[in-house]
């Protein structure tokens, strides 16, 4: 299995941008150069977790 070019604290943070109206998802997911699909797997797995 290929490990993540992201860690989970980098992935939090760039759903949270999106969330609180920073970025469009459609702009942070080519910005981070990822997938419409790995946007949403982040999004289910990460979407309830908080940075610290």
Avoid: D, P
Wanted: charged share 35%.
């Amino acid at each position: 299995m290929k490990a993540s070019r992201f860690t989970e604290e980098q992935i939090v943070r760039a759903l949270r941008e999106v969330e609180t109206g920073g970025k469009k998802a459609s702009e942070q997911q080519r910005e981070l150069g990822i997938s419409n699909a790995t946007w949403y797997i982040w999004k289910r797995k990460y979407g309830g977790l908080e940075v610290k």
